[in-house]
């Protein structure tokens, strides 16, 4: 037997080389194989956050646009832009000032989103002054509306004397 294994020495050698090999082998692929799913995970993660990041920014561009279109909350930079609107139409501010329903008794609509600020302008002027003013209003992308207008002609005269009520509204933010 001592005989056998003299001459088996060297095959027996390799054989077991062989295995330790192996096994070392297989336990270092599977360590890699475990991090490469790791890594393969945490890949999969920054493509979700990378794919999340350009719906945010589509959406922020939306909401951009959609601000853009909302008056100012302050009353005073509301009825800037209206005297603006007015001074283009060649017509005479009688009077222009907040709505007491515009806000609440705290001064400002905290509820919701969206606040209505109403305006009460009386003005006068001619009559295509008064029609350059509302196409002015209706061309601007704002969203601003004329909710109620009474017209009277003046006596004897060419001009006409309106009063306005304006909606705008603004985000409450």
Same mark, same amino acid.
């Not at 999340?52 to 009825?79: C, M, N, T, V």
């Not at 009077?95 to 302008?121: A, T, W």
């Not at 009277?152 to 509204?169: F, H, P, Q, S, W």
């Given at each position: 037997?001592?005989?056998?294994?003299?001459?088996?020495?060297?095959?027996? $050698?390799?054989?077991?080389?062989?295995?330790?090999?192996?096994?070392?082998?297989?336990?270092?692929? $599977?360590?890699?194989?475990?991090?490469?799913?790791?890594?393969?995970?945490?890949?999969?993660?920054?493509?979700?956050?990378?794919?999340?990041?350009?719906?945010?920014?589509?959406?922020?561009?939306?909401?951009? $646009?959609?601000?853009?279109?909302?008056?100012?909350?302050?009353?005073?930079?509301?009825?800037?832009?209206?005297?603006?609107?007015?001074?283009?139409?060649?017509?005479?501010?009688?009077?222009?000032?907040?709505?007491?329903? $515009?806000?609440?008794s705290s001064g400002r609509n905290e509820e919701g989103v969206v606040q209505r600020v109403i305006l009460q302008l009386n003005t006068e002027g001619g009559f295509d002054d008064l029609t350059k003013f509302l196409k002015t209003v209706n061309q601007r992308?704002?969203?601003?509306?004329?909710?109620?207008?009474?017209?009277?002609?003046?006596?004897?005269?060419?001009?006409?004397?309106?009063?306005?009520?304006?909606?705008?509204?603004?985000?409450?933010?």
């Amino acid at each position: 037997m001592n005989t056998l294994l003299l001459k088996y020495k060297n095959m027996i $050698s390799a054989l077991v080389t062989i295995f330790v090999l192996g096994f070392g082998l297989l336990k270092f692929h $599977s360590f890699y194989e475990e991090r490469i799913e790791g890594l393969n995970k945490q890949i999969a993660e920054i493509e979700e956050k990378i794919r999340l990041a350009k719906e945010i920014q589509a959406k922020e561009a939306q909401i951009a $646009s959609l601000r853009g279109k909302f008056i100012p909350l302050d009353s005073y930079e509301f009825i800037s832009l209206i005297s603006g609107f007015i001074q283009e139409a060649n017509l005479e501010i009688a009077s222009l000032k907040p709505s007491s329903r $515009s806000y609440g008794s705290s001064g400002r609509n905290e509820e919701g989103v969206v606040q209505r600020v109403i305006l009460q302008l009386n003005t006068e002027g001619g009559f295509d002054d008064l029609t350059k003013f509302l196409k002015t209003v209706n061309q601007r992308d704002l969203n601003i509306t004329i909710s109620s207008m009474t017209i009277r002609r003046k006596d004897n005269e060419d001009k006409v004397r309106a009063d306005i009520e304006i909606t705008g509204l603004a985000l409450n933010e």
